[in-house]
T-cell receptor, first 111, second 113 residues
Framework: GENVEQHPSTLSVQEGDSAVIKCTYSDSASNYFPWYKQELGKRPQLIIDIRSNVGEKKDQRIAVTLNKTAKHFSLHITETQPEDSAVYFCAAYSGTYKYIFGTGTRLKVLA | DVKVTQSSRYLVKRTGEKVFLECVQDMDHENMFWYRQDPGLGLRLIYFSYDVKMKEKGDIPEGYSVSREKKERFSLILESASTNQTSMYLC????????????FGPGTRLLVL
């Protein structure tokens, strides 16, 4: 079946450095890719998304890139801050209302 | 502001008990979802519903059933709880249509003893 692989599972960066999280999807029909941030004890919240007709999207310190040929998309966070510490999930829309989620990346930003 | 609420944040049940988890959304969303979240496994879809009284199995429906009698309410039922159903359960909702954003509830952490 369809799946989404997400790497790394944990990531520690110094405050101010950049963080990159990568996801690879298997369903070539997937055409919408949201990213969610889940802080400790809180619900997942959408932080950015990208559709397949776009290669890159930015929102302040956060950007997402998509390579449809390689079936690969990435989350980039620049100038990381302690409040960026959370678990990040990627997802791929697989049609028929269904999203396939990655296994999550725990990001720690060290002050 | 979209609001998705779940009936309990924490729940402790005994093996064999029938368990009801309820989710309510106030945004008139057509779609509602139940996920299970386990460390290292991410979010896995149990069931979803695209309309009142309609339901579709997700990836891990075994041991679960659902009910959607009203548009705003989606219930997850564990007919006979087992210890391997100890987990975090997340409800989500979205508008119908293509590529709609999902909004999540706060989650219910269920412990089955």
């Amino acid at each position: 079946g369809e799946n989404v692989e997400q790497h790394p599972s944990t990531l520690s960066v110094q405050e101010g450095d950049s963080a990159v999280i990568k996801c690879t999807y298997s369903d070539s029909a997937s055409n919408y890719f949201p990213w969610y941030k889940q802080e400790l004890g809180k619900r997942p919240q959408l932080i950015i998304d990208i559709r397949s007709n776009v290669g890159e999207k930015k929102d302040q310190r956060i950007a997402v890139t998509l390579n449809k040929t390689a079936k690969h998309f990435s989350l980039h966070i620049t100038e990381t801050q302690p409040e960026d510490s959370a678990v990040y999930f990627c997802a791929a829309y697989s049609g028929t209302y269904k999203y396939i989620f990655g296994t999550g990346t725990r990001l720690k930003v060290l002050a | 502001d979209v609001k998705v609420t779940q009936s309990s944040r924490y729940l402790v049940k005994r093996t064999g008990e029938k368990v009801f988890l309820e989710c309510v959304q106030d945004m008139d969303h057509e779609n509602m979802f139940w996920y299970r979240q386990d460390p290292g496994l991410g979010l896995r879809l149990i069931y979803f519903s695209y309309d009142v009284k309609m339901k579709e199995k997700g990836d891990i429906p075994e041991g679960y059933s659902v009910s959607r009698e009203k548009k705003e309410r989606f219930s997850l039922i564990l007919e006979s709880a087992s210890t391997n159903q100890t987990s975090m359960y997340l409800c989500a909702s979205s508008f119908s249509g293509f590529q709609e954003t999902q909004y999540f509830g706060p989650g219910t952490r269920l412990l089955v003893l």
